[in-house]
């Protein structure tokens, strides 16, 4: 199995509903996303996916939230913007996007950091 992975990251205010904590408030985070790409087999080129494609797809998707207040943004209107959720957010319409992926080739998992030291993946 081959795995490919991007990093980007991205700058958004939220605040979380029904939960008791600092996260409560509205505040911001510089938010780090990774998103991993794995598949067993390689094309003529030896790459198994195109990190130049991969990057584009992924700063569309990000840009649509960047410097944002999730919170007023669908689905996190309704949705908590937990970075859970955003992780799950990401995954849902990076594939939409992603649509001519050789066969076996998928998402295999995307993690959103909130700060350096807390993150949540989401594998689909
Ligand atoms: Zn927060």
Known sequence: MYEVSIDETFAA???????RGKCEDLHGH???VRVV???KELDSAGLLFDFVHLKQVIKRVIGSLDHKYLNELVPFDTLNPSAENIARHIHDQASKQL????????ISSITVW???TSAATYRP
Do not use: F, I, S
């Open 13 to 19: 205010a939220h605040n979380l509903r029904n939960y």
């Open 114 to 116: 909130e700060t350096d």
């Open 30 to 32: 510089n938010y780090k």
């Open 99 to 106: 649509q001519q992926m050789p066969n076996g080739v998928g």
């Open 37 to 39: 790409v794995e598949g």
